[in-house]
């Protein structure tokens, strides 16, 4: 029996998020520059894409670019940017073939012009498509999107559309980059790391958290089916007990 059918369907993440770490790593164990290992996750980032998609997953989270990232050396700065723009003018035909709507979270006015540009016209190609929703964290980091949901909060509150007491979470989801979307309900991060790193702190207060030894460029499909197979064992309680859960609700 191969992996993928022993996923149950009908008990899959609505929403996958997912760190792509280990390029850099991964280039250097080959006498590689780190940049090769960028290059070589853009196939990695297609066969989760494909595989997501495939098996009915709704939302897919890709980290790309953190903010922290803008301090690497410029060199591989521009060359992400680069990777970025040619990766997403050579994939608008194969996400609309996939009904693959894009989108992206994040500080982008921070990112190159061109890259702007070809982002824009990707989310306004793709923007009816609704077998899957990818969605690109770039220029992201999740204490600056709390910082600017706060900023706007307290703005409507001057403004006397919302009162103190009605600041809830409902509220604070609507002020947030991810507005959209449902919260993940797994997040996956690769190369062996076990961090959250500034990533969707509040998105994944929930999340079932899966580390896998893998480094990003070597990730296919079947390293997805494993996390998604482990995710399925898991018990979620949401802060409940087992028995409760057997409870009819
Ligand atoms: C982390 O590895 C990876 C990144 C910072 C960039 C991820 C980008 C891609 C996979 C390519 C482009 C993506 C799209 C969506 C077009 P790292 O450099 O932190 O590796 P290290 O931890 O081994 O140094």
Redesign the pocket.
Same mark, same amino acid.
């Given at each position: 029996m191969e992996l993928k059918d022993k996923i149950d369907l009908k008990n899959l993440p609505k929403h996958v998020a997912i760190i792509?770490? &280990? /390029?850099? =790593?991964?280039a250097?164990q080959q006498g590689k520059a =780190?940049v090769f290992?960028?290059k070589n &996750?853009?196939q +990695?980032?297609r066969e989760v894409t494909e595989a997501g998609a495939e098996l009915g997953i709704q939302y897919m989270t !890709?980290y790309? %670019? +953190?903010t922290e /990232?803008w301090n690497r050396p410029r060199f591989e700065v521009n060359a !992400?940017m680069t !990777? !970025?723009v040619t990766?997403?003018r050579k994939e608008i035909a194969t996400l609309n073939k996939n009904n693959i709507r894009l989108r992206t979270i994040g500080n982008t006015q921070m990112l190159p012009k061109a890259a702007q540009r070809e982002l824009e016209e990707a989310i306004e190609s793709t923007k009816d498509n609704n077998r899957m929703t990818l969605i690109?964290a770039l220029s992201y980091s999740s204490k600056s999107e709390i910082i600017a949901a706060v900023q706007s909060i307290a703005k409507q509150h001057k403004a006397g559309h919302l009162p103190i007491e009605n600041i809830d979470e409902s509220s604070i989801s609507k002020a947030l980059y991810t507005k959209d979307f449902p919260d993940p309900e797994l997040m996956i991060r690769t +190369?062996g790391?076990s961090r959250i790193s500034n990533f969707l702190l509040w998105q994944l207060a929930y999340a079932e958290l899966y580390f896998s030894p893998v %480094?990003?460029p070597d990730f296919r499909k079947n390293h997805f089916y494993e996390a998604l197979l482990n995710f399925q064992l898991r018990e979620r309680r949401f802060g409940r007990t087992s028995e409760q859960l057997d409870e009819p609700s």
């Open positions: 792509m770490d &280990g /390029n850099g =790593r991964w250097k =780190r290992g960028h &996750g853009v +990695s980032v !890709l790309a %670019f +953190s /990232n !992400l !990777l !970025l990766t997403i690109l +190369s790391e %480094f990003w």
